[in-house]
């Protein structure tokens, strides 16, 4: 008999135990078969099924994914969900685990359109193939999309543009082709990174609606000019990377409305012309890149002068003069000017090639625009003694934006 009471108070003190925890999660219900929620239930049978698509594991992630408490899997977070009141998963974390499908084919289909309380789903380098699967928009809180260094190709993923939620997008080191829509720029996010895939056609001319701070189009196939609107930017963009595409034309002078712009890299590409007088503006500009294109006249001065300069490559291009304050900064390694056509400087272009560039006939669509100066309207009282300064004080950053060119994780 008393072996039987205290059997029963064991019970009945481990039944307080379980529902004082449960209180203290936000009064997550247990469920009959062992699942804390049937939300977690859900998320075991997409789990599962999904697992059953692998096979390729070399880390043997999956050897942790058996028994009920999928909290507990490796790659997958949980928390309440606050409209459900109920325990769920609510991120993926497969970065670096190169999971891979039978017959090379591991579609998200199934699997991250059916987790439905997804925040973040981070997934860089694996091997998933096919595309964003429709249905993975309408997560309620989904914030954050990782899917770089992958195996998805076809058209541009149009399904991430009806999830209004998101704040990064990474899709880069991919085979996407054809066209950007022009309504990705409309989407909310901080960081927008699209390089290294097979994306093509012009920038649209919605680029200057984007709230992101960092734009990676580096690496793919893009042609045309670089949008105007581009300009609209002005107070939110931090870092763009345009580098190895096609573009050509000439830079439109907006650009130098970028006042918060830090890093701006429109190197290995076709583009001409002068340097828009409005680059003078560029204020916050630490690193600024255009070599290897085809740019020529006069390096301006003003450029030379910018505050927070610590490295202007403008190699393998047609300059033909640098002024003073340009030539400081070659003696101070700041400036790179190899390969243009400054006949007084070493290691130039020939005369002969020089004189070949420059014997057909060259010019811009927006001349009278270059000339344009967007911060001249600033009174010399409000001019800071940084501004004035004849050269970079600050020490050459480390950009977010060129971590990006290469497929590991961020």
């Known amino acids: ?109 199934g699997f991250i359109d059916k987790l439905d309380d997804l925040v973040f789903f981070h997934a860089n380098s694996n091997n998933f193939t096919g595309t964003v699967p429709p249905g993975t928009a309408k997560h309620r809180f989904f914030y954050e999309l990782d899917l770089s260094n992958n195996k998805l190709s076809g058209a541009f993923p149009t399904e991430v543009l009806a999830a209004s939620n998101l704040t990064f997008l990474d899709l880069r080191f991919n085979t996407f082709n054809n066209s950007v829509p022009s309504t990705v720029f409309n989407l909310d996010v901080d960081v927008l990174f699209l390089n290294n895939n097979n994306l093509f056609q012009q920038i649209p001319r919605t680029l200057g609606s984007t709230p992101a701070h960092y734009i990676t189009f580096a690496n793919n196939k893009f042609s045309g000019t670089i949008p105007r609107s581009i300009g609209q930017a002005s107070n939110t963009l931090y870092e763009v990377l345009f580098l190895k595409n096609g573009l050509s034309g000439c830079l439109p002078m907006e650009i130098g409305n970028l006042k918060q712009s830090t890093v701006f890299d429109v190197s290995f590409n076709q583009l001409t012309g002068p340097i828009p007088l409005s680059f003078g503006c560029l204020s916050n500009v630490q690193l600024l890149n255009l070599a290897n294109n085809k740019f020529y006249g006069a390096v301006p001065e003003s450029v030379c002068q910018l505050p927070k300069l610590a490295k202007l490559t403008l190699a393998k291009n047609w300059f033909t003069q640098v002024g003073p304050q340009c030539r400081k900064l070659i003696r101070k390694g700041v400036l790179d000017i190899k390969l243009n056509c400054i006949l007084d400087l070493p290691n130039q272009r020939s005369a002969a090639d020089c004189a070949n560039f420059f014997s057909k006939p060259r010019q811009c669509p927006n001349e009278r625009s270059l000339t344009i100066i967007p911060c001249r309207r600033r009174s010399s009282s409000s001019t800071s003694s940084e501004e004035k300064s004849d050269g970079p004080q600050a020490l050459a950053p480390a950009p977010l934006s060129y971590r990006t060119l290469v497929p590991h994780r961020l």
């Open 1 to 109: 008999m008393m072996s039987s009471n205290i059997s029963f108070c064991a019970s009945i003190l481990f039944s307080i135990c379980l529902l004082h925890l449960c209180l203290q999660h936000d009064q997550v219900e247990a469920q009959p078969g062992g699942f804390a929620s049937p939300r977690l239930r859900n998320a075991f049978n997409v789990i599962q099924n999904f697992k059953s698509k692998i096979q390729s594991d070399p880390k043997r992630v999956t050897a942790t994914w058996v028994g009920n408490n999928v909290c507990n899997y490796t790659g997958f977070t949980c928390a309440v969900v606050p409209d459900f009141k109920q325990r769920s998963v609510i991120g993926v974390d497969f970065n670096g685990f190169l999971f891979g499908g039978k017959g090379s084919r591991l579609p998200l289909g």
